[in-house]
């Protein structure tokens, strides 16, 4: 038994030192195939980097310390700026045995204007909804900067949102000057492009008078970041059942 213990010992070193050699092999392959990607579509690939967003805060589940940002690609598609990265939250307290740390998807958009705080998401569980509300409040959860959600949310984009169903896939968050979504997964940039897609075409329903509602604060000296809270019903001109 005793004779058996070092050899045990060896065993575990061997396995650990393959599974590191292994990971390594793939994490490189990796890096290849994403850099190739870049390439091919001209764009640029960063393995990791401190603040590919800049100031732009992300949504509270992609939180945690010490945030790692890696796989970052960054180009021009349908003449608009867009990141695509991987974010692995380091969590806030130590971890369950056997639960899992996730990786998620990034997907930014810049945005005609800056300031913006608006998150929009689809409620899992309409039947919480109260008999008063609208369509949109049932089939959303809207949280953020009142004037923001106002202007942006005219009854227009109401309409698109409810009829798309990309917007059942897509949660979205403004946020400084970019509008992002996020899904637990690893980059697949022809995939990503896909969500990619659907922010753009949320951004061309945006009314103008949206972005030029965070220039007049800004002007006005009135910090559009107002704290974030639910938003009730009532926003004006949303479409009614």
Known sequence: ??????????????????????????????????????????????????????DTALPRPLGGRS??????????????????????PRPTAPVARGETRHTYRIVAVRIPGVGSDLEIRRRDDASTAVP????????????????????????????????????????VRFSGDHVLTWAVMRLDPDRALTAADYLIDLIAR????????DDALRAGGTSPRSPVRTLQSGLPQRSKE
């Open 132 to 171: 008063t509300e609208t369509a949109f409040d049932r089939a959303f959860q809207v949280s953020g900067a009142d004037g923001f959600a106002r202007a942006a949310l005219d009854r227009e984009t109401v309409a698109w949102l409810l009829s798309d169903p990309r917007s059942r896939s897509f949660p």
């Open 1 to 54: 038994m005793e004779g058996a213990l070092p050899v045990l010992a060896v065993v575990v070193v061997v396995v650990t030192a393959g599974a590191v050699v292994v990971s390594a092999h793939f994490r490189k392959e990796r890096v290849v195939e994403l850099r190739s990607w870049a390439r091919a579509h001209a764009w640029t690939y960063d393995e990791h980097h401190p603040a590919p967003l800049g």
């Open 206 to 213: 945006i009314p103008a008078q949206a972005w030029r509602h």
């Open 67 to 88: 945030p790692r940002f890696h796989h970052v690609l960054t180009g021009r598609h349908r003449a608009h700026e867009v990141v695509f990265f991987e974010h692995t």
